[in-house]
């Protein structure tokens, strides 16, 4: 079965720079969340998206920007970056819920993020 | 504000013994769905189970078991005869209210199975 796709998976950088993550939902799958790990710590919520539009938003950074795109893909947006930033970032994604059920967020492999 | 509490940081156990990983939460929802997600040395978030606040039966899954009970709000996993390969952080975590809200993690559990 297809699962959710992050791009790259390794990713090192330097203090003030930008990086862009990015996220391939399964197929069919209409919600798209991003959550951010840092080492020995548990994810953290940042953003997520619901038909292209933001649908709620966690603790993410004002220097963080995060879209949904017409073919459900969606990219991470990072600027200023800073070494606290290094972690592992999260892509999940949940298919289309009816009569208010909710679905299981699947999760990608995630995006190991490095800032030197 | 909704909130999973694992206090158990680390736990060792010998293979084939049985071990059960707890998990207590809070909620001012009644309507809610819990989760339990597993993180192998190799970084990536696997599901295990997904229970909803109305459905307080118990799950058997081959060597995994959960029981879910309202009354103490506490949602706990049991792995029975262990295996090496079940080493991992084992996460709770906690959805509230309808359709597809953000997940609420508890710092996890790092389970390590001695051959």
């Known amino acids: 079965a297809a699962g959710v796709i992050q791009s790259p998976r390794h990713l090192i950088k330097e203090k003030r720079e930008t990086a862009t993550l990015k996220c391939y939902p399964i197929p069919r799958h209409d919600t798209v969340y991003w959550y951010q790990q840092g080492p020995g710590q548990d994810p953290q919520f940042l953003i997520s998206f619901y038909e292209k539009m933001q649908s709620d938003k966690g603790s993410i950074p004002d220097r963080f920007s995060a879209q949904q795109f017409s073919d459900y893909h969606s990219e991470l947006n990072m600027s200023s970056l800073e070494l606290g930033d290094s972690a592992l970032y999260f892509c999940?994604?949940?298919?289309?819920?009816?009569?208010?059920?909710?679905?299981?967020?699947?999760f990608g492999p995630g995006t190991r993020l490095t800032v030197l | 504000a909704q909130k999973v509490t694992q206090a158990q940081t680390e736990i060792s156990v010998v293979e084939k013994e049985d071990v059960t990983l707890d998990c207590v939460y809070e909620t001012r929802d009644t309507t809610y769905y819990l989760f339990w997600y597993k993180q192998p040395p190799s970084g990536e978030l696997v599901f295990l189970i997904r229970r909803n606040s109305f459905d307080e039966q118990n799950e058997i899954s081959g060597r995994y078991s959960w029981n879910f009970q309202k009354s103490t709000s506490s949602f706990n996993f049991t792995i029975t005869a262990s295996q090496v390969v079940d080493s991992a952080v084992y996460f709770c975590a906690l959805s509230e209210g309808f359709g597809n809200e953000k997940l609420t993690f508890g710092t996890g559990t790092r389970l390590t199975i001695i051959p």
């Open positions: 999940a994604s949940s298919s289309p819920t009816s009569g208010g059920e909710v679905d299981t967020q699947y």
